[in-house]
Nanobody, 129 residues
Framework: QVQLVESGGDSVRPGGALRVSCVVS????????VGWFSQAPGKEREGRCS????????FCADSVRGRFTIFRDLAKNMVYLQMDDLKPEDTGLYYC??????????????????????WGQGTQVTVSS
């Protein structure tokens, strides 16, 4: 059974930093991609960054590139999203999600949320002064 569980959400001030974590079970050894998405109240869920668990290939959306970093720890089946220089518009519920690499239709932009199969429950990040 595939399961993703997020943790680490918190309230921070603008300009601050936060790291959220995702533990993945049920996909050990498989060729898949893990993505981080965020959803603000009343808005559509948006992709932030993704990482290939086998090849380590990283992609981040323009809105967070240079501020957010995604990395993995294969020994722990963990994927992290390090968020620096946070802005109020980064506020939202942060989800991690998994997809088999072969299911991605556009490798130049692997953050199509409608293609992702497995989802966690989310962790809340609030950026406010």
């Amino acid at each position: 059974q595939v399961q993703l569980v997020e943790s680490g959400g918190d309230s921070v001030r603008p300009g601050g930093a936060l790291r959220v974590s995702c533990v993945v079970s049920g996909l050990t050894g498989a060729d898949y991609v893990v993505g981080w998405f965020s959803q603000a109240p009343g808005k559509e869920r948006e992709g932030r960054c993704s990482i290939g668990m086998r090849d380590g290939r990283v992609f981040c959306a323009d809105s967070v590139r240079g501020r957010f970093t995604i990395f993995r720890d294969l020994a722990k089946n963990m994927v992290y999203l390090q968020m620096d220089d946070l802005k109020p518009e980064d506020t939202g519920l942060y989800y991690c999600a998994g997809i088999p690499s072969r299911a991605i239709t556009d490798m130049e932009n692997p953050l199509n949320l409608y293609e992702y199969t497995y989802w966690g429950q989310g962790t809340q990040v609030t950026v406010s002064s």
